[in-house]
């Protein structure tokens, strides 16, 4: 077994190696039961672009932050930009409820919109 003490030399190395590999798999463990411990799912968090590209239909960029302004959206700020959790937009998408800073519980169902000829419906 390689120790990590001694120089490396060309007869070394295919223990130094394996060793590696072995501390790799080791800490891939540690990582992989502190994540099922906690239990929680990672929160994915997505910018206005990638909202556009995520959301079927691709919006327009002015069109997300007109949900926004009207609380139509669930977002979060962080500083001056806004942020999405992917959570809850799944569950928007799905027309389920969300609540808005100011605890206004919003309902808003998603639906197909007929395109329309000269600006009318």
């Known amino acids: 077994m390689y120790q990590s003490n001694e120089p490396l030399s060309f007869d070394s190395l295919p223990n130094a190696v394996s060793q590696l590999i072995?501390?790799?798999?080791?800490?891939?463990?540690?990582?992989q039961s502190i994540a099922?411990?906690?239990?929680?799912?990672?929160?994915?968090?997505?910018s206005v672009d990638d909202l556009i590209i995520y959301l079927p239909g691709k919006p327009a960029r002015q069109t997300i932050y007109s949900w926004v302004w009207k609380k139509a959206i669930p977002y979060h700020k962080a500083?001056?930009?806004?942020?999405?959790l992917k959570s809850e937009i799944d569950a928007w998408i799905l027309g389920e409820d969300f609540t808005v800073d100011d605890d206004e519980t919003v309902r808003i169902p998603?639906?197909?919109?007929?395109?329309?000829?000269?600006g009318r419906p």
């Open 36 to 46: 099922d411990r906690d239990g929680q799912p990672q929160k994915q968090w997505m």
């Open 79 to 84: 500083g001056a930009k806004l942020q999405f």
């Open 22 to 31: 072995k501390d790799v798999g080791e800490m891939k463990t540690m990582l």
């Open 110 to 118: 998603l639906k197909a919109r007929k395109a329309t000829k000269g």
